[in-house]
């Protein structure tokens, strides 16, 4: 269960530890990876934010993405291994990755329901105008300090998604979704950080990276993607 920690002493100091994965792919189980053998898996992802939990008061456990699509252990139960390990681990968010509509909305409704984190992407939306996602955005609080945490999936996913099921989801502008979810995070919520858990990409090669956000939109603190 969750243990609320005791607000800081005024003007005391705070920390926070983030940890973060990404693009796991399906991928339960440890895997060979290249001169690595036997790595990653939930295993050893609970294993290490089990040992940081030992060493911080304040733990915030996040997945950018692609949680969908690898390993037959994964592939064959559609992604049920991954969440219930994520379930089990106690991971606060993940973001929808362009992965996540590899399969039929059904399966993400699945997943959804199966999930005891949210699912996070403010700019995806049905046509009715609906979050696909659990929600836009989450604010968690940490003795006292407000983290308010969106997530962002990249708008190339109307091109590189399953077109069946891409072809009825609108994907905003991430840059502008970005700037509306600071501005609601800051001045309605009150956070004093603000998160951006997006599936977007580093590299130049991605139209809206996420260097693009962060030289575009101010009052971000920390952005994994």
């Known amino acids: 269960g969750c243990v609320s ?32 053998v036997e790595a990653g898996g939930l295993p050893a992802m609970a294993m290490f934010v089990g040992q940081t939990r030992a060493e911080f008061d304040n733990v915030l456990v996040l997945d950018a993405g692609d949680f969908n699509t690898g390993l037959s252990e994964s592939n064959f139960f559609k992604a049920e291994p991954d969440v219930i390990g994520r379930n089990m681990i106690g991971f606060d968010a993940v973001a929808l990755g362009n992965h996540e509509f590899d399969n039929e909305l059904s399966v993400l409704e699945r997943q959804k329901a199966l999930a005891e984190f949210p699912m996070l992407a403010a ?16 604010v968690k609080d940490f003795q006292g300090v407000k983290v308010g945490i969106f997530g962002l999936i ?24 970005a700037k509306e979810m600071v501005k609601v995070l800051r001045e309605k919520e009150k956070v004093q950080v603000v998160i951006a858990l997006v599936h977007l990409g580093f590299d130049d090669l991605y139209v809206a990276s996420s260097k693009v956000l962060a030289k575009n939109v101010s009052g971000i603190d920390l952005i994994v993607d």
């Open 5 to 36: 920690q005791p607000a800081a002493p005024a003007g005391g100091e705070v920390k926070i530890a983030v940890l973060h994965v990404n693009d796991t792919h399906g991928h339960p189980i440890a895997f060979n990876n290249g001169n690595a």
């Open 123 to 138: 700019n995806v939306k049905t046509k009715d105008g609906a979050y696909v996602a659990d929600a836009p955005y989450i």
């Open 154 to 177: 990249t708008k190339e996913t109307e091109t590189v998604g399953n077109p069946a099921i891409v072809k009825d989801l609108v994907f905003l502008d991430e840059v502008a979704t």
